[in-house]
C-alpha cells in the first residue's frame, strides 16, 4: 500500500477561495479524502492538491475562476471508471468532480430527448427513461457506475455501438464551461442543424481537455419491445473472425455481436462457470437482435442461418430470458475477473475493419507467443473493436521490456491493417505517447492549436492526449 500524501499543495488563499465557490463539505483536502480520487482503472496513483464537489453549475464556475486566476490545473472527473487515466491528476492541482451535478432535469417523450446534468448514472438514466418507452443506446459495460459527463468526455461506447453508433452519434447539444467559468452553449434541440461549425461533436471525445460539461441535450430511441440472445461456438478464433465479418456484410446489422477468444473462454469458465458453449469451443461470438415482439424470432432465425453458414460448432438461440442474462452476465465478468488476476494489465481496446479482424486475432496469437506475454482478448466484434488485455504488470521491472515490446506490436499490427488505436476508452494519459503513430503532424498542430484555443494557460486536464 502506497503512503498518503499528507499535505496538501494547495495555497491557503487560493483554498479559502475555492471553499468560498463551493461551499463548506464540497472541498476536499485532507489525505484519505484526496486519496480517494487519486486511482482509476489503470492502477496509475496521482494525489490531487484538492477535490471539489460542486453541486450547480455556478459553483462549477467558481472553481474553475479560481484556479484560472491563480494559474491551477483543473481536472474533470465523473465516477473515475476510466481506462487510459483521462481523470487522474497528473500535474496536481484540482479534482472537479461532476458527481453531485446529477439531475435528470427534463425527459421530453415527444421530442425524444432529455436533458442530464453530467452526474446522472448511465444505469439510473435508463432507469428513468425506460419509464417513458425510451432508452439513450450508449452501453459502456461500466454502466452501474459511470456517469454521462464521462461518456460524453471519452466518446464511451458498448455493444450496442454496433446497430446505434457510439456517444457522439446520440448528444443533440451541451452546455460547457470554458477553463475561465465562461459559459458556452453548442447544439440545440433538434435532430437537424448545419448554423456554424459543430463545436458539439467537436467538444465529444475531448477527454475534458477543452471544456467542461454541465448539462447535455440527450437524443433518445425507442425501447425495443424483444430481445434474443444467440451464441455461437467455432473451432479457432480465425473461424469466428470470419463470421463476424460474414454477417456483418450483409443484411440487418444484430443489436450486438460480441467476440470472445480461447483466453477469455477458459478464464470464465475457471473463474465462473456461467458461461455455457461447446466443449471443443476456442471461440465465441455472442449476438443479440432487437425488434417487435412479432417479428424478433423471425430476426433470430434468420441470424442463425447466416451463422451455421460459416460451420459452427453451435449457433444456438438462448431458450429463455434467464439463459439470455446468464451469457451476458458471464460476458461483462470479464474485466473484473481480469483485473483480480492482473491488477495493473494492460487494457487496449483497438479497432480494426471487421474485414481484417482474423488477422488482428492472428497476429495477437504470434504477439502473445513470441513475446511470452499472455493475451486475452474479447470485445465488441461486430466493429473490430477488441479489447487487447496483456496479463503482466507493467510496473515490475522484469516484465516491462516485454510489456513495451508486445505493445509496441499490437500498436504496429493495429495500424498496418488500417485500424485505429482507441475505440472507446480514448487516450488520456496511457496512449498520449503513441498517437502521433496514428495522426500525422498536420493533424497533431491543428489539434494543439484547437486546445490553446479553448484552452490558453493549459490548465484542463493537462498531460493528456498529446505526446
Not at 446520440?170 to 477553463?179: D, S
Not at 455461437?232 to 477468444?261: H, K, N, T
Not at 442474462?325 to 473484473?336: I, M, Q, V
Request: with cysteine.
Amino acid at each position: 500500500m502506497l503512503p498518503l500524501t499528507p499535505v496538501s499543495e494547495l495555497d491557503p488563499g487560493v483554498r479559502d477561495a475555492l471553499l468560498a465557490a463551493v461551499g463548506a463539505n464540497r472541498l476536499l483536502t485532507g489525505a484519505a479524502q484526496r486519496e480517494a480520487y487519486a486511482w482509476d482503472n489503470t492502477g496509475r496513483r496521482c494525489v490531487p492538491w484538492a477535490v471539489a464537489l460542486p453541486e450547480t453549475r455556478e459553483q462549477v464556475a467558481g472553481v474553475l475562476r479560481v484556479c484560472h486566476r491563480a494559474g491551477i490545473s483543473v481536472v474533470p472527473r465523473g465516477a473515475g471508471t476510466g481506462c487510459v487515466g483521462g481523470g487522474l491528476a497528473v500535474q496536481g492541482g484540482v479534482i472537479l468532480s461532476t458527481q453531485r451535478l446529477n439531475r435528470i432535469v427534463s425527459i421530453r417523450p415527444g421530442d425524444r430527448l432529455a436533458v442530464v446534468e453530467p452526474g446522472v448514472v448511465n444505469a439510473t438514466l435508463r432507469e428513468q427513461l425506460a419509464l417513458h418507452g425510451l432508452f439513450w443506446p450508449p452501453d459502456p459495460s461500466s454502466a452501474r457506475s459511470c456517469t454521462i459527463g464521462g461518456n460524453l468526455a471519452m466518446c464511451s461506447a458498448g455493444p450496442n455501438a454496433v446497430r446505434y453508433g457510439v456517444t457522439r452519434h446520440w448528444v443533440l447539444g451541451m452546455t460547457v464551461l470554458l477553463a475561465d467559468g465562461s459559459s458556452l452553449r453548442v447544439g440545440g434541440y433538434t435532430t437537424k442543424g448545419v448554423v456554424g461549425y459543430d463545436l458539439t461533436q467537436l467538444l465529444i471525445g475531448s477527454e475534458g481537455t477543452l471544456a467542461v460539461v454541465v448539462e447535455a441535450i440527450l437524443k433518445l430511441a425507442p425501447l425495443p419491445e424483444a430481445r434474443r440472445t444467440l451464441r455461437a461456438s467455432f473451432r479457432d478464433m480465425e473461424q469466428a473472425a470470419r463470421a463476424v465479418a460474414g454477417v456483418m456484410s450483409r443484411g440487418e446489422p444484430p443489436s450486438a455481436l460480441e467476440f470472445l477468444d480461447p483466453a477469455a473462454l477458459r478464464l470464465l469458465q475457471e473463474h465462473d462457470g456461467s458461461m455455457v458453449c461447446h466443449p471443443e469451443a476456442r471461440a465465441l461470438l455472442l449476438a443479440e437482435v432487437e425488434g417487435e415482439s412479432d417479428e424478433v424470432d423471425r430476426k433470430a432465425q434468420v441470424l442463425q442461418q447466416r451463422l451455421l453458414a460459416f460451420e459452427p460448432l453451435e449457433a444456438v438461440v438462448a431458450a429463455n430470458e434467464a439463459e439470455s442474462k446468464s451469457l451476458w452476465s458471464a460476458r461483462y465478468a470479464l474485466s473484473p475477473a481480469l483485473t483480480r488476476i492482473a491488477p495493473r494489465r494492460v487494457n487496449e481496446d483497438v479497432v480494426v475493419p471487421v474485414t481484417r479482424l482474423a488477422s488482428l486475432v492472428a497476429g495477437l496469437a504470434r504477439i502473445a507467443t513470441e513475446t511470452a506475454v499472455p493475451i486475452v482478448s474479447f470485445g465488441h466484434a461486430g466493429n473490430g473493436n477488441i479489447h487487447v488485455n496483456l496479463l503482466t504488470d507493467p510496473g515490475d521491472p522484469a516484465q516491462a521490456p516485454r510489456v513495451a515490446r508486445a505493445l509496441d506490436r499490437v500498436f504496429e499490427l493495429v495500424l498496418q491493417l488500417e485500424g485505429t488505436l482507441s475505440g472507446e476508452h480514448g487516450v488520456g494519459l496511457m496512449k498520449r505517447d503513441y498517437i502521433d503513430r496514428e495522426l500525422e503532424p498536420s493533424s497533431l498542430k491543428i489539434q494543439k492549436k484547437i486546445k490553446e484555443l479553448f484552452d490558453p494557460s493549459g490548465l484542463l486536464n493537462p498531460g493528456k492526449i498529446f505526446p
